[in-house]
């Protein structure tokens, strides 16, 4: 059973695939972690994430970086994960693990951009996970101010507004829906309405 989870920023798919994971026993991946691994990889080495070919490098190097880095949650990392993800080498250096991920045999539950569209465009069940983007700045707002960051809500609404449009815009697995995913507006469910109307899609699937 291959689950594909995703949405925008911070529409909460990460928190949902998470708790998905959780009930049905599949195993979890954040994929965005990959690309923010990415995107910190070329801030600690002092690189240009714009940079085809360094940020190539960077990503069959990705390892260096620990999945559990606090760093990768910044706000200067999602940005340069953002950067170095419109680069078409370094999601094809991302495909193959994020694909081996998604064949463990107890299940998977991938969040991402492109989970539905090209990672796994055969996943049993896909939801396309969205909700306001005033909304989604108050989410992160508070997400950024619980961790001690000091920003202002019209500065993470202009960064999440650009962050979409970087990533729906790009030419290699923009962000999309797939036409087969289900539609799941969280403007206004918490995580567990959310949660409740994303195992009634699962369930039903299941037969
Ligand atoms: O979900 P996130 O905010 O951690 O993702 C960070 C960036 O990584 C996002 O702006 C775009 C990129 N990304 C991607 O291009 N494809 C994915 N499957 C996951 C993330």
Redesign the pocket.
């Known amino acids: 059973m291959i689950i594909a989870v ?1 949405g925008p ?2 529409a909460g ?2 928190t949902l695939a998470k708790r998905i994971a959780a009930k049905y026993g599949y195993t979890y991946l ?7 691994a990415v ?1 910190l990889f070329m801030l600690r080495h002092k690189q240009d994430p714009s940079d085809h070919a360094l940020a190539a490098a960077a990503a069959r190097n990705v390892h260096e970086i620990s999945l559990d880095d606090p760093d ?1 949650r910044k706000e200067e990392t ?2 340069a ?2 950067v ?3 680069n078409n080498d370094v ?1 094809a250096a ?1 495909l193959d693990y ?1 694909r081996s991920v998604a064949k463990h045999r107890d299940g998977a539950v ?6 539905g569209t ?2 796994c465009p055969n996943a049993d069940v896909k939801l396309f996970v969205t909700a306001s983007s005033e909304e989604r700045a108050h989410r992160r707002l508070a997400e950024l101010v619980a961790k001690g960051e000091t920003t202002s809500y019209e500065a993470v609404l202009k960064d999440l507004e650009e ?2 449009a ?2 729906r815009s ?1 030419t290699s ?1 923009p ?1 999309a829906k797939a036409d087969d995913a289900h539609l799941l507006d969280t403007t206004k469910l918490d995580i567990e309405a959310a949660l409740e109307a994303a195992c009634r899609i699962i369930d039903a699937s299941k037969g």
């Open positions: 995703d920023v911070a798919k990460g954040d994929t965005g972690a990959l690309y923010r995107g990768l999602g940005n994960a953002s170095v993800a419109v999601r991302l994020q991938l969040d991402g951009r492109d989970i090209v990672v962050r979409d970087r990533d790009r697995a962000l």
